[in-house]
């Protein structure tokens, strides 16, 4: 008992975790980089549709950008992971998957900084594109090993099991799942208020979060491995 209340709590606070640090992207994205989403493709769907019936190719480039940089970045995320073992809940090769998502964003940590947060039309794609290509692979490795049974880039899905428990009188999971939707409005308020007054900070949170994450995951695979 000791042994799996110890892997949920740390399941539960990698889930935040990477909660969190979605957030924070989509604010640093949506406030920095031209209106788009580089965690939550649904707004970007739209913004599609908006942006090409305005003629604004700008825009309709970055948010093709960001939807077929996630889709990529879950496609490799799903496929180096496709074979693991079933009820594997941090696997060595999820913190391999993971991160190459870590790279990425130092990559647009990289890119971000040396434009001084401030960058021009000619960089926002490319940065839309590093960012989302790193939530697209968090987005499958949280899918692969199902941390907490939710999903970490997109709530959608969370709001509407939390309402489903609600209709049928059931708590279970709920706290968990309202734990959740708070980490990714707290994750974009951080991001939101790094980016008014310390921008190139606002790019450092999401890449310290993830690491973090690797690191309490690493921890998962041990308890796993030694209950």
Not at 27 to 53: E, K, W
Not at 170 to 192: C, E, K
């Amino acid at each position: 008992m000791p042994a799996t209340a110890g892997r949920q709590r740390l399941a539960d606070a990698l889930a935040l975790l990477l909660t969190v640090a979605a957030g924070a992207t989509d604010a640093l994205a949506y406030l920095g980089l031209g209106g788009v989403f580089t965690a939550n493709m649904t707004g970007n769907l739209v913004l599609l549709g908006i942006a090409g019936s305005h003629g604004a190719d700008l825009h309709v480039a970055r948010a093709a950008a960001a939807t077929l940089a996630f889709a990529a970045g879950l496609v490799l995320a799903f496929r180096v992971t496709r074979d693991l073992p079933a009820g594997a809940l941090w696997p060595r090769r999820i913190t391999l998957t993971l991160t190459v998502g870590l790279l990425c964003q130092v990559a647009f940590l990289a890119g971000w900084a040396a434009v001084d947060a401030e960058p021009s039309e000619e960089w926002d794609v490319a940065l839309v594109a590093l960012s989302a290509l790193a939530m697209g692979v968090q987005t499958a490795c949280a899918r692969r090993v199902a941390l907490a049974g939710i999903t970490t880039t997109f709530v959608t899905g969370t709001l509407t099991s939390i309402a489903e428990s609600a209709a049928h009188g059931s708590a279970r999971h709920v706290p968990r799942r309202l734990a959740v939707l708070l980490a990714l409005v707290v994750g974009a308020l951080a991001g939101a208020l790094l980016l008014r007054y310390a921008p190139i900070t606002a790019a450092v949170l999401p890449a310290a979060l993830v690491a973090l994450t690797l690191v309490l995951g690493t921890r998962l695979h041990q308890v796993r491995r030694n209950p």
